[in-house]
């Protein structure tokens, strides 16, 4: 294969295309798209079919937080593939996820020393939401099952998740399949619902509140839990909470038994300088749950972790938690994710994440020589920019949506790196904005190359709005 290396100044390349009607024989995710096919992965680049390469500033999808290509990785699925591929977690032990288990326990809060282990994020959100509500009847709430969430937030695409994620955009067409379970609004500074974005600590605990009205609502005794991402992935590039608000929450659900699950899919495993992102606030929830960096991209991983107090109540049932799937504690999957955290532990890589992501973002405040992009935000190597039609106003853009959005990432590909556009979190369907979420083992001369190529990016999109 010869890799047409592309820098940031070249001419738009060339690049096939398939229809989405012609992708073998996949029901495509759409029909009426385009796709660029994806043959090779090395370190913080992909190569397409064509042989040009991009720089993955979205870390495959948020995910592939090792980097690509790993033969540490391979070495170790080859091998457990080869000994035991699978057996039941409902009727056997294996070796493979006890050790897993083990080490992720060592990587999470103190007092965290277990974990359920599913295939994806949605997953590990439903097991986290049952849980809470066997949690509750076990100890005699048995009116104790609603889940209050914020708005916007992504909690994944199966029921329960669904229900969860404040994120219309993702689920309008599917109504009236999924409770749309209480919603409070985010608590985040750039369109907060109580300040201009410069209210800090006080209105973090103002925006909290929110949290106890919901529950007062809804009768205490019927709220089992609270979900939050504490730094918001798809649904709000990156945007985390006022501080203060967290500190607050924790106190809302102390005081009304109600638990506090961290949806840490996106932000776990180290993704923001820090091994879990509610790390960055003095707070320790009751469920913590994660996936996409546990794998890095290299098996369908997903986590559910409970506070021992939360664990403790299910020593004494005899027919166990009432869940499970068939690829629960997978013995390969366990293997990989074993491998994947002593990856990042040998090279450091939270520690990485938070020194190359604090330089990126400051890297990142250029953009805001282009009149459209609006905010600037995030943390670690889990950073965003929101993208407006007037920057003293907020106003979303005009062409907002999948006119915008697809205008960014074609341009993305045009200068040789991946974007992650997404949006409406502005009255569920208005709202733009980009991840920029790379691989956490990039140094600064790769964070400088991506800030290189998004110019080029920005440059390009602005020519075309
Ligand atoms: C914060 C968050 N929660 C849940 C999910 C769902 O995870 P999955 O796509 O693995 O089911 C995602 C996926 O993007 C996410 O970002």
Known sequence: MTDREMSHDDDTPERTTIPGTELGGMFPRAFQKEYVTITRGEGHYVWDADGNRYLDAIAGNQNVNIGHGRSEVAAAAREQLERLEYTSSMLFANEPAMAYTETIAEFTPAEFETAWLVSSGSEANESAVKMARQYHYERGNTEKYKVI???????????????????????????????????????????????????????????????????????????????????????????????????????ICDEYDVLFIVDEVMAGFGRTGENFAIEHWDVTPDIITSAKGMSGGYSPIGGTMPHRRIAEVFEDVEDGFQHGHTYCFNPASAAIGTAVLQYMSDNDLVANARDVGGYLRERCEEFYEYDFVGDVRGKGLMLGVEFVGDRETKEPLASTGSEFQSLLFEAGLDAGVLTYPSGGHVAGDRGDHTLITPPLTIDRDAADEIVERMHTTFQQVESEI
Not at 155 to 166: D, E, V
Not at 182 to 188: D, E, L, M
Not at 203 to 229: H, K, N, Q, S, Y
Not at 238 to 243: G, L
Request: glycine share 10%; charged share 25%; with cysteine.
């Open 149 to 251: 969430a914020r708005e916007p937030s992504y909690h994944g695409n199966t029921g329960i998740a669904m229900a969860l994620s404040g994120f219309p955009a993702r689920k309008t067409k599917m109504q009236p399949l999924f409770d749309d379970w209480p919603k409070i609004s985010a608590g985040t500074p750039y369109r907060c619902a109580h300040c201009d974005g410069d209210g800090g600590r006080a209105c973090g605990i103002r925006c909290a509140d929110e949290l106890e009205a919901a529950i007062l609502e809804e009768g205490p005794d019927t709220v089992a839990a609270f979900i939050a991402e504490p730094v918001t992935g798809a649904a709000n590039a990156a945007a985390a909470p006022h501080d203060g608000y967290f500190e607050r929450i924790r106190e």
